[in-house]
């Protein structure tokens, strides 16, 4: 049928009123403001207010400086923009945002940040419903998907103070890292939890993008601790950025400071505890963490992250039914709700998968296969606990029920690879190394450049190949690990056997540069005639 101009018009009219909340609450008041700051933000923009049009009655934009399109960008969706010089500050620009929204409730987010349909829909609803007798802020999450396609439930669930009364007193503190609960707290205000999120997931995550952003991070902090010495906050945050940089004697350092200072009802505290304990245990030094981790817990007895690395310290000092235990606690997470920033999977498969290998250490490994299984169950398509369900599994002699669970793996390359690489082990346990090597083989036509493959290779012909096979097998993985000592020292011990007597001290060597206190390769290098 064809309409008139006038009709398409009432149609694009009725339209508008259907999807704009504004039009939805009536248009006496803006109710919700949504505050963003902007700079050089062309490329992630158009995603995050085309995401949260649809819920805002205002959009209120503050571009800091931008060199491309960004604020044309900001216009075209809608959004009020503002300028305003950056200055080292992201409260004071964050707070330029606020200046100039007119809705009685504000929601902020970052250019980077998007909403989904239904959670759009539920913060729409909560704000439709908010009066005098409502709390003076809510806390949302923000999801930090993880950067590796092999880990997808990889999230970091972090818990920010995100909608709030429009209230001059209420304004953001700290150049970096801002927060607007002080303000609130102030006020004597209370906050309501939601589990409303946004997703983060437009930001620069290549090597050289996250370099800018700790040195950037780095410069502006140490400007705010010059300002505000002994902050605690400050220094959790400078401990934090040190440690992202695998500066871990830095981290350490302001960390601890930062919990000799703070208050134990501070909400950054237990998470300060649990990156001093990651940086101590990335340098190695376990005791210290141990003794870190029993005061943590005491103080915070259910925190799931405190207990997921008192797992990995325990382990580490060989203390296996006390990281079993922990991995437990872990996965249980009866903490009550705080405010957290947490990686979601240490309460799930990463507890899982590092409890299963804890079980197999201890030699029950019924209980590991049963943890392996549940890994699984939460996500079939990761690589890893199919192979350590199918190496639990050999351990226990359970050849066919393997070739079952085998039958059963999701086609996709990377799974049949594995797949062809569990049959080659089934093989190689029965005697059938002509089987076994045609499983290697189909692996390597399926994945050729497969890690774990060479590894199984390297392991095939070091044991049943000849010298020069292995010798090359082995090289290649020296070349492509060369942190793994393991595998410089069977190379040193190929080459024995080819009599390269030369090569095999250049092996050992490298190998002792990684394991410099392993005895057998001490032995091996010591016993081969000098020059």
């Known amino acids: 049928m064809v309409r008139s101009v006038a009709d398409l018009k009432a149609i694009q009219t009725m339209n508008l009123q259907i999807t704009n909340p504004r039009q939805m609450v009536g248009a006496q008041e803006v109710r919700l403001s949504v505050c963003m700051i902007v ?13 949260i049009r649809p819920w805002a009655d205002e959009m209120v934009a503050v571009d800091t400086g931008s ?5 044309e960008i900001a216009h075209k969706f809608g959004a009020r923009v503002f300028h305003f010089p950056w200055c080292d500050d992201f409260s004071a620009a964050r707070n330029e945002s606020l200046k ?66 429009n209230h001059s007193e209420l304004r953001f503190e700290g150049r970096i890292h801002e927060q607007i609960l002080p303000a609130i707290r102030r006020q004597s205000g209370t906050v309501g939890w939601t589990d409303i999120f946004v997703v983060h997931s437009g930001s620069d995550q290549t090597t050289e993008g996250r370099r800018r952003k700790q040195l950037r991070d780095l410069r502006i902090l140490k400007i705010e601790l010059s300002e505000n010495p002994d902050h605690p906050f400050v220094l959790f945050n400078l401990g934090m950025t040190y440690g992202d ?5 830095e981290a350490i350092e302001h960390l601890e400071k930062c919990i000799q200072i ?24 376990c005791d210290d963490a141990w003794a870190r981790l029993t ?83 939460e996500l079939p398509s990761y690589r890893p606990p199919w192979r350590g369900l199918s190496e639990c599994l050999l351990k226990q002699k359970k050849l066919k029920t393997l070739q079952v669970e085998l039958e059963q793996i999701p086609n996709e390359r990377p799974l049949l690879c ?15 190394l002509a089987e076994a090597s045609r499983q290697l083989g189909q692996a390597a036509h399926i994945l050729p450049d497969d890690i774990h493959l060479l590894r199984c290779r390297c392991h095939f012909l070091f044991d049943n190949g000849n010298p020069d096979e ?62």
């Not at 594995?418 to 059938?432: C, F, M, V």
Request: charged share 25%; proline share 3%; aromatic share 6%.
């Open 418 to 432: 594995e797949s062809a690489i569990q049959r080659y082990l089934i093989a190689k346990a029965s005697g059938d």
């Open 295 to 377: 005061q943590a817990i005491a103080d915070f007895p259910n925190d799931p992250e405190l207990q997921f690395r008192k797992g990995l310290v325990a382990h580490r000092l060989n203390r296996l039914a006390e990281a079993a235990n922990a991995y437990r606690n872990a996965i249980a997470n009866r903490d009550e709700r705080h405010f957290s920033s947490i990686d979601r999977s240490l309460t799930g498969y990463k507890a899982r998968q590092n409890l299963a290998i804890v079980l197999e250490e201890q030699g029950k490994l019924d209980l590991a296969e049963i943890q392996w299984r549940r890994v699984l169950d």
């Open 39 to 51: 700079r050089d933000s062309a490329r992630t923009l158009p995603a995050a207010l085309e995401s």
């Open 100 to 165: 100039h929204a007119q809705g009685s409730w504000l929601f902020w987010m970052d250019s980077d940040d998007t909403i989904d349909a239904e959670n759009g829909r539920k913060l729409r609803t909560l704000v439709n419903g908010l009066d005098e007798n409502s709390p003076m802020a809510y806390v949302a999450q923000v999801h930090c998907p993880g950067t590796s396609e092999d880990h997808p439930r990889d999230v970091t669930i972090v818990d920010q103070v995100k909608l709030f009364r």
């Open 470 to 531: 292995a010798i090359q097998a082995l090289s290649e993985l020296c070349r492509r690990e060369p942190n793994d000592g393991a595998a410089h020292h069977n190379l040193g011990l190929a080459c024995l056997r080819a009599n390269r007597t030369g090569a095999a001290k250049v092996a050992f060597e490298n190998s002792l540069a990684v394991r410099p206190n392993h005895s057998l390769t001490q032995q091996l290098l010591a016993s081969l005639p000098a020059g």
């Open 67 to 71: 060199t491309d399109n960004t604020s």
């Open 262 to 285: 703070s208050s134990a009802g501070e909400s950054h505290v237990r998470k300060a505890y649990a990156l001093l304990v990651s940086s101590l245990t990335e340098l190695n030094r």
């Open 245 to 249: 940089m695998d500066c871990h004697i």
